[in-house]
């Protein structure tokens, strides 16, 4: 069993996590291992202007290898990535369903939904921003809704 906290294997039997003294939890919950990577202190303090960097423009860090030297660097990179890739998908389906509906839908319903479309369009914003937030942090935090979907960088 893993703590549900730090990631800390537990012995069988115990109920509370040798390390950080939080219950273990339910054994579906434990048994599944931690919830996220840890970030070593050292790595993420000496890397977090190039992992903040990574979100802005995800492909200096590919270019300079700091991916490759860096594990804190590479998750961050990895998340970039596909935040990147997520949002120009939710561009290109925005703009392909506001197409249709204004064609479709009557202009009294559209504001409405319009009013929707265009908080979808700043989803991508502020998951950067929380990861940014993460980086600065010196944390190794997936992103909400997009961050364990897939790696890209192994």
Avoid at 32 to 38: R, T
Avoid at 93 to 100: A, D, F, G, R, Y
Wanted: with cysteine; hydrophobic share 50%.
């Amino acid at each position: 069993m893993f703590c549900p906290d730090c990631g800390t294997d537990i012995p069988a039997g115990s109920k509370f996590c040798p390390a950080c003294g939080k219950a273990a939890g339910t054994a579906a919950n434990a048994a599944s291992g931690p919830a996220q990577p840890q970030a070593d202190a050292n790595d993420a303090e000496k890397n977090k202007g190039m992992a903040i960097l990574a979100y802005i423009l995800f492909f200096i860090p590919l270019i300079t290898g700091d991916h490759k030297t860096s594990p804190f660097v590479k998750y961050h990179t990895n998340q970039a990535i596909v935040l990147w890739l997520a949002a120009i998908v939710t561009y290109i389906v925005l703009t392909i369903l506001i197409t249709i509906f204004v064609l479709i839908i009557p202009w009294g319903l559209w504001r409405i939904i319009r009013i929707l479309f265009y908080l979808l369009r700043y989803a991508p914003l502020v998951l950067g921003i929380l990861g940014i937030i993460n980086a600065a942090n010196g944390k190794m935090k997936p992103l909400p809704i997009i961050g364990n979907m897939f790696t890209i960088l192994k």
